[in-house]
């Protein structure tokens, strides 16, 4: 009799383990997923330092506020020397249509050909350094296209000085008037594109969101186009998960799916993406048991309820009506 009670224990004790560990009948129509988002990748066009960070991971932000700040005195100094060139080009403009045309202007004329020769030769080995920097892979396509632009825009001016002593040194002053207005058109020009290159030191959200992580903080050097933060909208997240492939033939583009998390009220999305090719293993599975081998990687966009982190693990029921 003693030993049939420890028996009888035992055997009571492997059948409660045994109903415990038993996998339960799963919802073929419930799958597992997770929280992803589209992110909003925001970069300078142009290399440069950062010098201010006006927000951080996690900060909310509206439509066209301030995001980070280049170094700009490079900027700011082009700018200043195309204002110069502009007020020389409109000075000159006025004494040619106030004055008889003197000696003297012709050698002002020939100091302008004589310093634009210059600016061209540095053009000239400016484009030919960023060639062979880009060859070897240390420079940007960019800032090629940046000093052949520069190495134009000199050749240029050196024929517009020409034209203009050409002018200079023949009768009649409607044609030297002409070159005038020419120079001073350019000048604006120069002084335009300098402007817009320096208001892009600053860069602002394209769109309201949260600042979901930040690559680049002040005083590191980002390269152009590289992202220095990710912008998070609210309406870029949605719910990535995988559906076996007997139910695969169920759904379709628009469907409703609801979503359950823990802690949260059940929500609604809207199938916006179904793979067309299989995959046997999926990147994340929040299941505790072992699912189907052939799965179909699948998107939902959220249409309500409330704003969940990235990664947060969900079930998906696939039922709902096609839209």
């Known amino acids: 009799m003693k030993r049939i009670v420890p028996l009888i224990l035992i055997l009571a004790i492997a059948a409660a383990a045994a109903w415990y560990l038993w996998p339960a009948p799963t919802d073929p129509d419930r799958v597992q997923g997770y929280i992803e988002g589209d992110l909003v990748l925001v970069g300078p066009e142009s290399a440069g330092r950062v010098v201010s960070l006006t927000v951080d991971s996690g900060s909310d932000v509206s439509e066209n506020a301030e995001l980070f700040c280049l170094d700009t005195r490079s900027e700011e100094a082009a700018r200043d020397e195309a204002q110069a060139k502009l007020n020389q080009a409109k000075a000159q403009l006025a004494d040619l249509q106030a004055a008889v045309q003197r000696p003297e202007q012709i050698a002002v004329l020939r100091a302008t050909e004589n310093r ?45 000085a020409r034209r203009q002593i050409e002018a200079a040194e023949i009768p009649g002053r409607s044609e030297l008037i002409a070159g005038a207005e020419a120079a001073v058109k350019a000048a604006e020009a120069s002084l335009d594109g300098a402007v817009k290159a320096l208001e892009k030191r ?8 949260v600042v979901e992580d930040v690559y680049f903080r002040a ?105």
Request: hydrophobic share 45%; aromatic share 6%; proline share 7%.
């Open 116 to 160: 634009a020769k210059a600016a061209l030769d540095l053009s000239r080995a400016d484009v030919e350094r960023q060639r062979a920097l880009f060859q070897k892979g240390f420079s940007s396509e960019a800032r090629l296209q940046q000093a052949q632009a520069q190495f134009e825009s000199d050749g240029a001016a050196l024929a517009e």
């Open 219 to 323: 005083g590191e050097v980002v390269a152009a186009g590289q992202p220095v933060l990710a912008l998070l909208p609210p309406g870029n997240r949605k719910v990535r998960f995988y559906v076996p492939e007997p139910q695969l033939s169920g759904l379709r583009l628009g469907q409703d799916v609801t979503i359950y998390c823990d802690g949260c009220q059940p929500m609604t999305a809207r199938l916006s993406f179904l793979s067309s090719e299989a995959e046997f293993t999926p990147p994340v599975i929040f299941s505790e048991e072992e699912r189907a081998k052939l799965v179909f990687k699948a998107e939902a966009k959220l249409t309500q309820g409330e704003t969940l982190p990235l990664g947060l693990p969900v079930d998906v029921v696939l039922h709902g009506r096609a839209k």
């Open 202 to 209: 600053r860069v602002f959200a394209p769109v309201a969101a």
